[in-house]
């Protein structure tokens, strides 16, 4: 008996993972679209608060902090890392938990 199976190639459909290759996102559309998540501490002052989203980008009314405190950029994460970089912030020894720990004593 003929095999009745019919494949892809019989069928003339794309095949999947070659569709999803066609329609490549501008780098300028992924930044835009990058969400970032600040995974430390609530600062003095309310300029930056524990769990903040940023779409994009640090925004450009950060670049002050950040040029005080530049480790502040090690608690911002990509949200698909977040769980990942919490388990970092509560593992004593990481680069994560010491700098959570300097910034929640409110040192400049």
Same mark, same amino acid.
């Given at each position: #008996?003929?095999?009745? /199976? *019919?494949?892809? &190639? ?8 070659? $569709? +999803?290759? &066609?329609?490549?996102?501008? &780098? $300028?559309?992924?930044?835009?679209? !990058?969400?970032?998540?600040?995974? =430390?501490?609530?600062?003095? =002052? ?8 940023? #779409? =994009?980008?640090?925004? !450009? %009314? ?5 040029? !005080?405190?530049?480790? *502040?950029? %090690?608690? *911002?994460?990509?949200?698909? &890392?977040? /769980?990942? $970089?919490?388990?970092?912030?509560? $593992?004593?020894?990481?680069?994560? %938990? ?5 910034? /929640? +004593?409110?040192?400049?």
């Amino acid at each position: #008996m003929a095999s009745n /199976s *019919i494949t892809n &190639e019989d069928t003339k459909e794309p095949d999947k993972r070659t $569709a +999803k290759q &066609e329609k490549p996102r501008s &780098e $300028a559309q992924n930044e835009q679209t !990058k969400q970032l998540i600040y995974v =430390g501490p609530n600062l003095p =002052g309310g300029r930056l608060s524990r769990f903040t989203v940023f #779409m =994009g980008s640090i925004p !450009k %009314h950060l670049d002050d902090l950040l040029e !005080k405190q530049p480790e *502040i950029e %090690h608690l *911002i994460v990509p949200v698909e &890392e977040l /769980s990942r $970089a919490l388990a970092r912030v509560n $593992a004593p020894g990481t680069l994560e %938990h010491s700098t959570f720990q300097y910034l /929640s +004593k409110g040192k400049e």
